[in-house]
Nanobody
Framework: QLVESGGGLVQTGGSVTLFCAAD????????VGWFRQAPGKEREGVSY????????YYTDSVKGRLTIARDNDKGTVTRQMNDLTPEDTGTYYC???????????????????WGQGIQVTVSS
């Protein structure tokens, strides 16, 4: 089981950092994806960090505004996003995949573990 933290209410143009940790293991050997689910919409992948070589991937909607990284001391994964807009509002989930690299990382199937999700609301 994964646990997300760090969400909340943010103003347009602000920043938010989300954290993903595992209950009983470290994420060092897992590829991790961050997903967003807006009300009434499907869960969509927005960023991914591979355990194969640490490479990172982003969807076009967040490129230049989002950074995904590992905290090697804590064995967790962080996600910092800047210049937020109301379109970024949603429930954010992290998923962990033991496979070192997934070509279609943005698809939610194939992940071994999920968090319960955390709400980020961007006010206009």
């Amino acid at each position: 089981q994964l646990v997300e933290s760090g969400g909340g209410l943010v103003q347009t143009g602000g920043s938010v950092t989300l954290f993903c940790a595992a209950d009983e293991f470290r994420l060092d050997y897992y590829s991790v994806g961050w997903f967003r689910q807006a009300p009434g919409k499907e869960r969509e992948g927005v960023s991914y960090i591979s355990s194969r070589d640490g490479s990172t991937y982003y969807t076009d909607s967040v490129k230049g505004r989002l950074t995904i990284a590992r905290d090697n001391d804590k064995g967790t994964v962080t996600r910092q996003m800047n210049d937020l807009t109301p379109e970024d509002t949603g429930t954010y989930y992290c998923g962990a995949d033991f496979y070192p690299f997934a070509e279609k990382w943005w698809q939610p199937h194939g992940y071994d573990y999920w968090g319960q999700g955390i709400q980020v609301t961007v006010s206009s």
